[in-house]
């Protein structure tokens, strides 16, 4: 008795018993079932935890990134003031002053003035609203989404100053391709006696590109500066500045610095201003989420305890002759403790697996299902990406490793206490 009192927790001997009483004879055959159900139900619930936590990340991974590699970390813009031609007007005519003035601030990379106006696209009778953006090819060259490191771009961006560049949705929109000639028409032109006519340019398309947004792709198209501020009666004006920091996460910390570079008449808009409502939402919506599937991994982790009371059932004459041998109540405790906690352990194990290899190869199960369904379980128009993205990252892993492994433990303990608490009189009177 001693010995079994002084007996180190957790020893080989209440292993090998643990090990005994998960292999069900064929008359238990009950508790093997419910082992089974257990040991898939968990594998599930965190398969599916993973897969959800991995497509969090990295849909916001990308969207985020196609925000920021293909739009101004910050727009500058003028305030409404009184022109010379006593016009009210928002155009700012000391752009390049501007310019000089927030690149002096530190953390910014760039500031580059910017023509931004809308207009619609023609070609053979087809036409397309689209947003069009002048630049310098200079500082087109470094937005990363568009000419750095194109997702799906053809043809010639160094021969940009002769033509446009305009997005795949476009293009595709409009039927055309590199070396088609598509219209610009604005209904701003020129006033004569019998009304606004609208302005009318023809340009060569040098360029298309995709930035791996639906809704970028779709309205977007680049003239050099100097020929938007041509065709929208702009000269010696730009619409708007466009800045870029090195560390966009920390953009708010830089607004009083680039108001104050700008004077009284500039006004700010950063990424966080114009997406924060979208992140906000995918934010409530991942702890949604992430609450819903615990509740899952709870309810397959609850399926232990059902195969732990019938365990115990079925073993009250083991159990009351291990007591009447000398193992104590802890020993028994933490037989039963391994008998629940082995099938958490293993179920999480097998669903990282699961899920992890659902992750990595999501391309190709999308693209089987859409095979399958004919079409249509991704659409870019509706999503605004054009593919499902998933990241799997350690620390999403550990986190339901973490939830999963802490409610089977704790599920456990439970019918494992009622088994070590078991009165071995009551289990063998009728044996």
């Not at 930035?211 to 970028?216: E, P």
């Amino acid at each position: 008795m001693d010995a079994a009192k002084t007996t180190k927790p957790f020893s080989r001997f209440e292993w090998k018993i643990a090990f005994a009483y998960l292999r069900a004879r064929r008359e238990e055959g009950g508790v093997s079932v419910m082992t089974w159900i257990s040991l898939v139900g968990i594998t599930l619930a965190v398969a599916a935890l993973i897969i959800t936590l991995a497509v969090r990340t990295g849909f916001r991974n990308e969207f985020v990134s196609t925000i920021l590699g293909a739009n101004a970390h910050v727009t500058v813009y003028s305030t409404v003031y009184m022109s010379e031609d006593g016009k009210t007007s928002r155009a700012i005519t000391d752009y390049d002053e501007w310019a000089a003035s927030l690149s002096d601030v530190p953390g910014v990379t760039r500031a580059a003035p910017l023509v931004r106006r809308q207009v619609m696209a023609s070609y053979s009778g087809t036409n397309a609203g689209v947003e069009v953006f002048g630049i310098d090819f200079e500082d087109l060259m470094t937005i990363p989404r568009v000419a750095i490191s194109p997702d799906a771009a053809y043809g010639d961006v160094t021969n940009f100053n002769n033509g446009i560049a305009i997005g795949s949705g476009v293009a595709r929109e409009l039927g055309v391709s590199v070396g088609d000639k598509i219209k610009l028409i604005s209904p701003d032109g020129a006033k004569t006696a019998f009304g606004t006519t609208p302005r009318v340019s023809s340009y060569d398309v040098v360029y298309v590109f995709s930035a791996g947004r639906y809704d970028i792709d779709r309205t977007r198209a680049y003239l050099p500066f100097a020929e938007a501020q041509r065709f929208f009666n702009l000269e010696g004006a730009a619409d708007e500045i466009e800045v870029m920091v090195a560390n966009p996460d920390r953009v708010d910390e830089l607004s009083y610095p680039l108001l104050e570079a700008v004077g009284d008449r500039g006004l700010i808009w950063t990424w966080r201003d114009a997406s924060g409502a979208f992140l906000r939402a995918l934010d409530i919506e991942d702890n949604v989420m992430f609450v819903i599937l615990s509740v899952i991994v709870l309810v397959a982790s609850m399926n232990i305890v059902s195969g732990l009371v019938m365990l115990v059932k079925n073993k009250g004459r083991d159990i009351g002759i291990l007591r009447t041998v000398g193992l104590t109540q802890s020993s028994i405790l933490r037989v039963f403790f391994i008998c629940g906690a082995l099938t958490g352990v293993i179920g999480t194990v097998m669903g990282v697996i699961l899920g992890s290899l659902f992750s990595i190869y999501i391309d190709q199960i999308l693209a089987a299902v859409n095979w399958f369904t004919g079409g249509g379980a991704w659409d870019p128009q509706i999503r605004g990406i054009y593919e499902l993205p998933a990241e799997l990252r350690l620390a999403d892993i550990m986190k339901a490793v973490s939830l999963s492994l802490g409610l089977s433990f704790i599920v456990t303990i439970l019918p494992a206490r009622r088994a070590a608490r078991m009165n071995p009189v009551e289990a063998l009177r009728y044996e």
